[in-house]
């Protein structure tokens, strides 16, 4: 790396040592941010004119449709301007004359991107805008002491800056007092003075907050008391948000007359670039016409290094060869540009554009420059944070390329890559690159897929596998350079190749309908499309209770990280196992968190300290209540609740999407409000979350212990009516018995022996039961599951039913159909087992078909990929405290070839092969591309003892009862074994293998025999079986042959691929092997003679 | 039809005792000229051939090759049901998936059998081709398993080098070494308890503890075990059965290079 990685490395060291004990992300970033602007200055004087010149002339021969449409001529003053933003954020520079805020120095100015109904580029310049915090008004502190007070923080502000680049004079802009409440504890809804302090710089709150927590303020009337802060910990982003109503993704109106249009010294690339005063704006709330998206550009890619063999490739060894594109339309299904970029010349390829480079400098910069032409606003691809993005501005940095690294909007700000930490406890530690392209969103599907799903392997084949049932061909990049180096044609197939790469997320995209489901929930959450996917669940709730307190005059403390106390989380009732053939009806509470806050009044602002507070502010016993986990919280009577307000409005706009849905005709719109109601139901979910987060921003443990404490009793309170309703005595047929509950379901057998007997009473108790509870806490009739599987806790197994008539689903709950820390043979005996067991409800039938599935095991004839267990490799070995597996192969894997072995983050997947007597299973784990190619045995004990026997045992003990596991695992199916030798180890270069007889597998001398002379007799019959053996082979071979050719799209060319996630590929090889071996028994036949 | 009557039937006992740490199941192999099973232990870096001649039998009788697979677990516990002055016989039909074992006390008053089903094992029949060794080393047995018992507590793998003054165990480990030197025996008086070293050049390899560890459960079959070495082939631990056969065990060498 050179000089141009320097700069970087300095800046981010720099802005670490700013840090203060108490800095939040916000001031770090910000520091990285203004120094990128200086240093871009002064190398870009000529680069930015000269990149402009050419770009445009250029393009304009070229390829006019890469463009955007032309844009029509507004008129400030007649016509108003309307957009869809997607993407906000803010930068230091000058104030613009008319606008209101600080006139003088830098300041801060908010940027919005987005794009008009016409599909133009817009970037809205906000002015006006001053960063500000609250902090607790001393008692003696009045009007008076407001002039002083801004003095002395403003000049304690400025001494205790290290640097002083944008020249600031007045770092307080303004000090006022104002009357709010604090949001946490009830105060009798009384308001008290705070101080709202209004800074210059965003970065300059988190410094005054810390001067005046520590005493640094000194007054003369005052003294120096400690000032605690308020909502000082917010994103800058976010406050303007919240104070101007906007939400992610929403439409912007700027009226006539209040704003203006630039027409030179345009900061960005966009078509149109607008000022606007930060209080002169229209905000449309995404309801009705308003919801409508407008036409956004998604660009997807997909690069091809040539590396070296054996090795990854690296950024400056290994040159990048081929970058695919393809470009789509928001709501068009079929992308209206492809192009690829190669190196060297490639042949054509129908539907897309070939553009071919001898240089690769040049083809990058082609290629960069074709990013800006295309001006997308949102970037898509697999990996691209993490590899297609560094990689190319590491590669164009090592090249000298000094046009490349500008992918952003701003003309001015050059990518660079910067690491960063997610820490969240929903996906725990995630290290990722992240690289700035301004103006553009992006959104690397992997990290949503990672995100909001959970699968068994996250390459992009085996995801197109599972969600679109698409294998694609997988080029190993050992191959890469091969085809590079051959000829056009074969460039053209890695072209393919890569182009398939590129337009798999779109249509994942599209499948999954990530971006439409995104933009609601940014909507819904009032957070930027961007922070949905680089930030953890918190920063949504606190955006959505921010608004709700601005409303009502309450201010958020900044909590400090404090420990970690558990507390009781959800009840289960103890499960009467067994196997149910009687309709078992489920009562579920629908949205039970939320309803309990909402029923209970259960929030920050009502919260008591005890019953000594309640006396002390003078209420009576019925104006509040006591938990069953011991807090107080007052009712609503006293005040309403913030939390619960937030949740009855999320739940009231959920209610109406749906019905919404209901009416709607138009499929995207549909999609929309689909994405709308998932949204806010995961919304009104975390809220509860979000105060049980201890290292969170506003954790509150004595409300989500008070959730969970009343979960509890509901469960109980549920089965105590059901059983006492429901008796003998009652008049009831049968008595009703609660077998089983978890948090928010309780499973009820009526001992009713139909269906829809079962629906009835299931239908008449939620209703009977809602009534005991308070509103709007509501136990909901929801299925029946008949017959009925109940393993354990949480582990369970039914039909489902809503109709009377018909099933809709088999369901199962903790059975290793879903789990994904076992090898998919598990998961594909016991479902297979379940839906004999449900379905067909033929038990028997089941059992025959696990014997035979372990009979397959033990004979070796199971295919490979049934048998790969995959582990996500989370840390380096060192961090692991015990051996595992997955670790262990890694590091052999590694020494075999550095290459190809897993890497921190990835999924490792092994096979068990056998070892010797007591070798600990860790050591057994091995790749199973090697244990194919070399025949390795597998531990087939491993898999039946360890994998296959518990959970078979669990489902089939209600069953079969204690005579399972001798039936199961021990009957006369696993007497017969197929014992393979490995070619590679110790000992396997000794050997020799010893003919023996086809027919009886007796020893004999001679190779060149067949047959023992006791089979000779029946040499005719023996030769025929296994010349049919031959032909089933051969017959399968060219069928997997045929269907790689098909996948990879050629039936005139060699299959490459050597994906690991494709069954195809591992049965492909077994029976290359297996081929070859039936071929040689043939051959000891001897030549047929007619 | 298959018959083969063994007088001294604490034999078989021990054949299984010495083969059932390292194998799972096995096929005997069953011909005119005797009883044999060759088989690779599970992590395929040792095998093991035992061979029982016909001629050591009370009895023999076999009409067609065949070959029986057992689950050595299931095999050896029948076998313990036999006294060890017992005689065994075992019995089985040409195309039979069941083999039974008779037990007969010596004064013929107790008779037991025993029926165990078979397995059907697909493997290949796998050999060591026949090497002329650099040197034989015969040591008493009781010996042989003394030093790799105490050795194995010192590192994983013993060091045996071959030389004219003797031959030499070591092995190193965390603890610190242990060197065990045995020199030839000048006079032989009893030649089970003899060391006695036949050599045409030095030989020096590396092995397995682990795995000289069970084959030393073969002990009690003979006073005398015979180690046989070459540069780069595998070590060959032999153990006479009586006088009816003779247990083979081979370990590859351990490469320096090779898993550290």
Redesign the interface.
């Known amino acids: 790396m050179d000089k141009r990685a320097a700069p970087t490395n300095a800046q981010n060291s720099g802005a670490k040592k700013h840090r203060g004990d108490d800095d939040d992300d916000e001031m770090d970033f910000e520091d990285g941010f203004l120094d990128d602007v200086d240093f871009e200055e002064e190398v870009n004087g000529q680069d930015s004119e000269d990149i402009q010149g050419v770009d445009f002339v250029d393009d304009s021969k070229t390829d006019q449709c890469w463009a955007r449409p032309a844009c029509v001529q507004l008129n400030p003053q007649e016509d108003s301007f309307v957009f869809q933003q997607i993407e906000i954020d803010h930068y230091i520079g000058n104030p613009i004359e008319g606008m209101p805020g600080q006139q003088a120095g830098k300041v801060p100015v908010m940027r919005m991107f987005g794009i008009n109904d016409a599909g133009n580029s817009v970037c809205c310049h906000v002015h006006g805008f001053s960063p500000y915090f609250y902090v607790t008004c001393p008692p003696t502190f009045n009007e008076s002491h407001l002039g002083e007070f801004k003095t002395t923080l403003n000049r304690v502000l400025l001494d205790d800056m290290r640097s002083n680049k944008e020249n600031i004079t007045d770092a307080v802009l303004s000090v006022d007092l104002t009357k709010k409440e604090s949001i946490l504890g009830y105060h009798a809804n009384r308001k008290v003075s705070f101080l709202k302090i209004t800074v210059a710089l965003p970065r300059l709150i988190a410094a005054a907050k810390r001067l005046l927590g520590e005493g640094k303020v000194y007054m003369t009337d005052i003294g120096t008391p400690i000032y605690e802060a308020f909502e000082s910990n917010i994103d800058f982003e976010i406050r303007f948000m919240v104070d101007t109503h906007l939400v992610g993704c929403c439409w912007v109106e700027l009226p006539a007359k209040t704003w203006s249009i630039r027409k030179e010294k345009l900061d960005t690339r966009c078509q149109f670039e607008v000022d606007v005063a930060w209080n002169k704006f229209v905000v449309h709330e995404p309801e009705g016409d308003w919801a409508r998206l407008a036409p956004f550009r998604i660009f997807s890619f997909d690069i091809e290094c040539a590396g070296r063999k054996g090795v990854f490739p690296e950024p400056d060894k290994d040159p990048v060869i081929q970058i695919g594109n393809m470009v789509i339309c928001q709501g068009e299904t079929e992308p209206f540009l492809r192009t690829i970029f190669t190196l060297k010349q490639c042949a054509p390829i129908i539907g897309a554009k070939v553009n071919s480079y001898n240089n690769e400098k040049d083809m990058l910069e082609a290629w960069a420059k074709f990013l800006r032409e295309v001006d997308p606003d949102i970037i898509t691809g697999y990996n691209i944070n993490n590899f297609d993005f560094p990689y190319l501005l590491n590669r164009a940095n090592h090249l000298k390329s000094q046009q490349f690294p500008f992918l952003g909007r701003c003309k001015s700000i050059r990518s660079v890559i910067k690491d960063s930490v997610l820490q969240s406890r929903q996906m725990g530690r995630r290290e990722n690159k992240s690289i700035n392209t301004e103006g553009r969103c992006q959104f690397d599907l992997l990290m949503v897929l990672v995100r909001d799903y959970k699968l068994r392997s996250y390459t992009l084949n085996a995801v197109s596998y599972h969600f679109l049932q698409e294998q694609k061909e997988d080029v190993h990049h050992s191959i890469i350079s091969d085809l590079q180096n051959g000829n056009p044609q074969s460039r053209r197939r890695l072209a393919v190749y890569c182009l398939k790469d590129a337009l798999l997320p779109l249509r994942l995209l599209d499948k999954l309908m990530c971006i439409i489901n995104y933009i609601e929930m940014a909507r819904v959450t009032g957070v930027p499309l961007s922070y949905l996917l680089t930030r953890g669940q918190q920063i949504k709730v606190m955006s959505q209770l921010l608004r709700k307190a601005v409303e009502q005059d309450l201010v958020l403390p900044v909590h400090r990280g404090s420990g970690s106390d558990e507390f009781e989380g959800a009840t289960v009732i103890e499960p009467r196992k067994g196997y149910y053939n009687v309709p078992i009806a489920t009562l579920d509470f629908s949205s039970l968190y939320p309803s309990i806050m909402m029923a209970h009044n259960l929030c920050y602002t009502t919260l008591l300290t005890g019953p000594q507070m309640a006396q002390d502010y003078g209420l009576s016993a019925d104006e509040y209540i006591k938990t069953p986990s011991g807090n107080y919280f007052v009712k609503a009577s006293k005040r309403k609740g913030l939390l619960p307000e937030i949740l009855e409005s999320l739940l009231a706009a959920r209610k109406k999407a749906k019905n919404d849905l209901k009416k709607e005709t138009d499929p995207l719109r549909m999609k929309v409000l689909d994405g709308r109601q998932l949204a806010l139901k995961i919304s009104a979910n975390s809220v509860y979350g979000f105060t049980g987060a201890q290292a969170g921003k506003l954790p509150c443990l004595d409300i989500s212990q008070s959730v969970t404490a009343f979960g509890r009793t509901m469960i109980a309170f549920t089965k105590e009516q059901v059983e006492e309703r429901y008796t003998l005595e009652n008049g009831y047929k049968h008595k009703a018995e609660v077998i089983y509950g978890d948090t928010d379901s309780v499973m009820v057998k009526f001992g009713v022996t139909t269906v829809a007997e079962a629906m009835e009473l299931g239908k008449e108790a939620a209703i009977y039961v809602t009534e005991k509870f308070v509103k709007p806490i509501k136990l909901e009739f929801e299925k029946v599951y008949f017959p009925y599987l109940l393993i354990n806790k949480k582990r369970y197994a039914g039909l489902y039913f809503t109709r009377a008539d018909k099933h809709d689903k088999m369901d199962c709950k903790g059975i290793e159909t879903v789990r994904r820390d076992n090898s998919p043979i598990v998961a594909n005996l016991i479902n297979t087992c379940l839906q004999k067991i449900l379905i067909e409800r033929n038990p028997l039938g089941a059992v025959d078909y696990a014997k035979q599935t372990i009979s397959d095991l033990l004979c070796n004839r199971v295919d490979i990929s049934q048998l790969v267990i995959t582990k996500e490799l989370t840390r380096a070995e060192k961090e692991y405290t015990a051996k595992q597996a997955h670790v262990e192969l890694a590091n052999k894997m590694k020494k075999r070839d550095p290459g190809t072995a897993p890497k921190l983050g990835d999924r490792v997947p092994y096979v068990i092969i056998a070892g010797a007597k007591g070798t600990p299973a860790y050591e057994k784990a091995e790749d199973p591309i090697y244990v194919l190619e070399n025949s390795l045995p597998i531990d087939y004990e491993y898999y039946l003892t360890n994998q296959l026997s518990k959970p078979l045992l669990r489902i089939f003990e209600p069953i079969l009862g204690d005579k399972a596991e001798s039936q199961l695992l021990k009957g006369d199916h696993t007497r017969s074994r197929i014992i393979t030798h490995s070619k590679v180890g110790a000992m396997a270069k000794f050997i020799t293998k010893k003919a023996s007889c086809v027919g009886c597998k007796v020893p004999i001398d001679s190779a060149s025999e067949a047959l023992c002379k006791h089979c000779k007799l029946r040499e005719s019959d023996i030769y025929m079986h296994q010349m049919t053996a031959l032909g089933a082979l051969e017959e399968k071979f060219s069928r997997l042959w045929t269907q790689c050719q098909r996948c990879q799209g050629s039936i005139h060319e060699e299959v490459i691929c050597t994906s690991r996630d494709c069954p195809i590929f591992y049965m492909r090889k077994k029976v290359q092997i297996e081929l070859v071996d039936q071929d040689k028994i043939l051959e000891r036949f001897g030549a047929p003679a007619w | 039809m298959f018959e083969a009557r063994l007088v001294q039937g604490s034999l078989l006992k021990k054949v299984l005792d010495a083969i059932k740490?390292?194998l799972?199941?096995a096929s005997w192999?069953c011909?005119d000229s005797g009883i044999q099973l060759q088989a690779?232990?599970?992590?395929?870096?040792?095998?093991v051939s035992v061979n029982l001649r016909a001629e050591g039998f009370d009895k023999y009788r076999c009409d067609?090759?065949?070959?029986m697979?057992m689950?050595l677990t299931s095999m050896s516990k029948i076998l313990k049901c036999a006294a060890n002055d017992d005689i065994i016989t075992m019995k089985a039909q040409d195309n039979a998936d069941t083999v039974t074992f008779i037990f007969e006390s010596p004064s013929q008053e107790k008779v037991s059998d025993y029926e165990m089903?078979?397995?059907?094992?697909?493997?290949?029949?796998?050999?060591?081709?026949e090497t002329d060794y650099a040197c034989v080393i015969k040591l008493p047995s009781g010996e042989f398993a003394r030093i790799c018992r105490d050795l194995s507590n010192f590192g994983e793998s013993i060091v045996i080098a071959c030389s004219k003054e003797g031959v030499k165990f070591s092995a190193a480990g965390d603890i610190g070494t242990g060197n065990i030197k045995l020199a030839q025996t000048s006079s032989v008086d009893k030649e089970e308890e003899a060391v006695i070293i036949e050599m045409q050049e030095p030989v020096t390899l590396t092995f397995a503890c682990?795995?000289l560890n069970m084959f030393t459960k073969a002990t009690p079959l003979s006073p005398q075990v015979s180690l046989s070495m070459s540069p780069d082939?595998?070590l060959v631990v032999e153990y006479s059965i009586g006088d009816i056969g003779q247990i083979q065990y081979?370990?590859?060498?351990?490469?320096d290079d090779?898993d550290t």
């Open positions: 740490e390292l799972n199941e192999d011909a690779m232990d599970n992590s395929h870096v040792s095998l067609r090759n065949l070959i697979g689950d089903k078979l397995m059907n094992l697909d493997q290949d029949h796998l050999g060591i081709p682990r795995y082939v595998p081979f370990l590859a060498p351990k490469i090779q």
